[in-house]
């Protein structure tokens, strides 16, 4: 294991999409993190930037693990370790493993690029460190559990630009949806009615009506798990947990766990299955 | 005698397709096993279930006496290097990177082997040039060079001489040879160029349509390859009823040419073909090859 752990890390190194990625993430970071000091005057937060790239996490781990994972089948190389006696299974985590790592790395990337810029013009946190080294675990099993999806895809189909293709619409999919789920459930329960203004535009009887769009009862409590479960849908809500005055979304700092375990458990689900599917599969 | 791979009862269905049916082979230790068939006839799929990228449907072999039903297979294989169909090899890396990769994959620390490993299949001068720019040939001999990291005991070669060049082939027979008889290496060749073949294999194995139709060391086959003369005259029809009347084995090889697997006594036959106004243009005494017994083995018109 070992042995295909090493010999897969060095292939990693050595691929330019991982670093044309690596580098396309740093430079997003820079990107945002000066886009709020130029909008600062002196002293700015840097919390409402930190997790911005965790939505783009899907399309990364889609584009760089079906072109890493894939060119073992259109190259064949595959081949080699099966016929010299590793087990599929070491040959699925070593992947798995090193794409994983690959996908924390990029991830940090960025974060390397909000610090850059951020000690350089004065930014600082104001969300407490504890809150936001929750949201960083959280964040790198969010690539974790995209890096584990799109290897069971890679690893499962053999055809390289097809999986190319699959990969990015599935991260594609997660995104769209998540969006909106992300967006039905920030829908208010109730809106205000305006009933009477005064003579300068000011209402002066106002009434509450509930809101349409407002999902309630079963509906909602499976979109919330929905939405908590994919890691398209915790990638949305850390996008959107800080603002320039800290965190605003109180669910993951009242129950991170609860992310957590959803994470570890896409990644074992996932990571199971596609195991299992390998184990059977036939290599020509 | 010792084997290092023995298949017995192998089966390998895809869908409603029997690629090979009750397959069953031996190879003995330190030999080189010519594995001849014709395109579809379950040679592929043979070496892909030895070498672990499928499962038989059902039957078992046993490799170094491992069974493949056992978890133990995995450290038998270890001694195992291969190549089969297309070289595996990563295109956007030079030789040596390569050469690299599976020295990691099998663990093996040291690279200091590695010019030593790439003079033998002749790469020795590629540099950093990468895979994807080799010709079919080079990455023939990449693939090669790949499949003996680690020096293993047994190699499984598909059609390792498609793709080289006249100068290259003898390069590859003579390096075949040479890891056969210098260090004892016992090679699984599937080959189409039965010429080639012949120069090489110490036992052959005859599979067609799934099943092994024989398996047979050099040296009977040499023993059992026929006499034969070839005699061409000017009415092959009437050749053929003389010799259906002597009761001579032969067989058409064109419309007045004819093989005979015989001793032929010429004053009889020309008298005989005196009757039919025929007349004898040529007779070549004649030793059946490898091709003519995989011929008469796996099929074609014969009168015997």
Redesign the interface.
């Known amino acids: 294991m070992?042995?295909?752990f090493?010999?897969t890390f060095?292939?990693m190194l050595?691929k330019i999409v991982f670093w044309i990625l690596l580098i396309c993430m740093f430079a997003y970071g820079v990107y945002s993190a000066s886009n709020v000091a130029s909008e600062a005057s002196a002293g700015f937060a840097i919390d409402g930037c930190v997790f911005e790239f965790a939505p783009f996490m899907g399309l990364v781990a889609a584009v760089f693990i079906s072109l890493f994972v894939g060119?073992e089948y259109s190259?064949?190389?595959?081949?080699?370790?099966?016929?010299?006696?590793?087990?599929r299974m070491q040959i699925y985590l070593a992947n798995l493993i090193v794409c994983s790592i690959a996908c924390v790395l990029i991830s940090l990337a960025y974060a390397a690029g909000i610090i850059m810029v951020g000690s350089s013009k004065g930014g600082e946190l104001l969300t407490e460190t504890s809150i936001v080294s929750m949201c960083l675990i959280c964040s790198v099993l969010v690539s974790i559990a995209f890096a584990s999806i799109m290897t069971m895809l890679a690893m499962l189909n053999t055809n390289k630009a097809g999986n190319v293709v699959v990969s990015m619409i599935l991260a594609l999919v997660l995104l769209v949806s998540s969006s909106y789920i992300y967006q039905r459930l920030g829908e208010p329960e109730m809106y205000d009615n305006y009933v009477s203004v005064n003579e300068v535009g000011v209402p002066t009887q106002v009434e509450q009506l509930p809101n349409p769009l407002y999902i309630d009862g079963t509906s909602r409590t499976v979109l919330e798990v929905v939405n908590d479960l994919f890691p398209s849908g915790q990638a949305m809500q850390l996008a959107d947990a800080f603002d320039s005055e800290g965190i605003t979304n109180k669910g993951i700092e009242n129950d991170p766990y609860q992310w957590i375990g959803y994470s570890l458990l896409v990644i074992l689900l996932t990571s199971g299955m596609g195991i299992a599917l390998f184990r059977?599969k036939?290599?020509? | 005698m010792d084997y290092v791979l023995k298949a017995e009862a192998l089966t390998k269905i895809y869908g409603h397709h029997k690629a090979l049916d009750n397959f069953s082979m031996h190879i003995p230790k330190g030999a080189i096993y010519g594995l001849v068939g014709k395109n579809g006839a379950g040679k592929t799929t043979l070496l892909r279930l030895i070498c672990g990228l499928q499962e038989a449907t059902s039957g078992d072999y046993t490799l170094y006496g491992v069974s493949s039903r056992k978890h133990e297979i995995l450290n038998a294989r270890k001694e195992m290097g291969a190549v089969i169909e297309t070289p595996a090899i990563y295109l956007d890396m030079s030789a040596t990177g390569n050469l690299k990769e599976q020295y990691r994959i099998l663990g093996i620390r040291s690279f200091d082997t590695i010019p030593e490993l790439l003079k033998m299949v002749g790469l020795g001068n590629t540099g950093r040039k990468k895979a994807k720019n080799f010709s079919l040939g080079m990455r023939q001999r990449l693939g090669i060079a790949i499949a003996l990291v680690g020096n293993p005991r047994f190699l499984v070669l598909d059609e390792p001489i498609n793709g080289l060049d006249p100068q290259g082939i003898i390069e590859m027979r003579q390096l075949l040879l040479n890891l056969n008889q210098q260090y004892g290496m016992t090679i699984l060749v599937s080959s189409h160029i039965l010429d080639e073949l012949s120069r090489l294999a110490t036992h052959y194995g005859f599979i067609d349509n799934g099943k092994m139709i024989k398996e047979i060391s050099a040296s009977d086959l040499e023993n059992s390859f026929r006499k034969s003369v070839r005699i061409e005259v000017t009415d092959g029809k009437a050749l053929a009823a003389v010799l259906e009347q002597t009761g001579q084995p032969y067989k058409i090889l064109a419309p007045n040419v004819i093989e005979v697997y015989n001793r032929v006594n010429i004053s009889h036959l020309t008298a005989d073909l005196e009757k039919y106004q025929c007349d004898v243009l040529s007779i070549q005494e004649r030793e059946e090859n490898l091709e003519n017994y995989y011929v008469n083995l796996i099929g074609g018109i014969s009168h015997e």
């Open positions: 070992n042995r295909l090493a010999s060095f292939r050595k060119s190259d064949g190389t595959i081949r080699n370790k099966l016929v010299v006696g590793h087990s059977k036939e290599i020509r």
